[in-house]
């Protein structure tokens, strides 16, 4: 795919509290759905809308994502004497990518996070992913959002449709159907019920455009005190169009325990090796269930 989009934000500085105590001294962003880490889905994911530069925010016990995209020559060396060469195949499949780690020094939100990226980023409009977002790799929602993007040259955010008792754990938008999208009116950060605008959460995908980085930098604390991107969303939708991209294909929320176990369960019965085994385990215990 040929973009004008070349470059992801990978926001995974987060302390991933909802993870607890398995996020306490190694990165959510790790976490392996099946065998691959959430992370790596982003990759793949970014790398099949031709976006090669990758800009990953990191904090505090996030190490393991830079060894993890780095070259490791001792297994390499044991997988090539073993000739295991469809393993060591996947493994340097992400050789091709360039990557610029940036440490958040302290977790302050969302949206700083971002805010670090602008020294990398500069005069171009860019992805951001959030890797505990999974959506199904057979879905190409960010192919989707960029093709609105082409279109339209404004920022294009990823909108999923949730029940309204879930509207207090999402950015929530007020937004006008044109077509195939939403043109946004509004967004409040975790709103009660009663104050949600509507049923439109706004999901870890977005496309953006660099006069975000001129808001974030004056964006004061938000929700839960943090420096949110959707309270500098608001503020860019009084100045330039936004248009949300409700999702047609499945997500998961693997940062929430039950989310993660769900993509687990439907990515190994989608996976060759293990749907049939698998399968029949999930049959028997059904039918143990009370
Ligand atoms: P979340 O809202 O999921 O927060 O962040 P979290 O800290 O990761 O997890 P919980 O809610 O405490 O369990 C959304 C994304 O923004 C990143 C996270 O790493 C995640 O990818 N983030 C969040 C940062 O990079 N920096 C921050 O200060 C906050």
Sequence with gaps: MKTTIKKAILPAAGLG??????????????????????????????LSCGIKDFIIITGKYKRAIEDHFDTA????????????????????????????????????????????ARPFVKDEPFAVILSDDVIDPGYPLLKEMITVYEKKKCPVIALQEVPKSEVHRYGIVDGKQEGAVYKIKNMVEKPAPDKAPSNLAIIGRYILTPEIFKILERQKPGAGGEIQLTDALKSLVKKTPVYGYLIKGKRYDAGDKLGYLQATVDFALKNKELSEGFKKYLVEKVKDLP
Aim: proline letters at 7%.
């Design 73 to 116: 020559y001792r297994l390499e060396e044991k997988l090539r004497a073993s000739g295991k060469e469809t393993i060591l195949k996947e493994l340097n499949k992400l050789n091709n990518i360039n990557l610029a780690y940036i440490r958040q020094r302290v977790p302050l939100g969302l949206g700083h996070a971002i805010l670090c």
């Design 17 to 46: 509290t909802r993870f607890l105590p398995a996020t306490k001294a190694s990165p959510k962003e790790m976490m392996p759905i099946v065998d691959k880490p959430l992370i790596q889905y982003a990759v793949e994911e970014s």
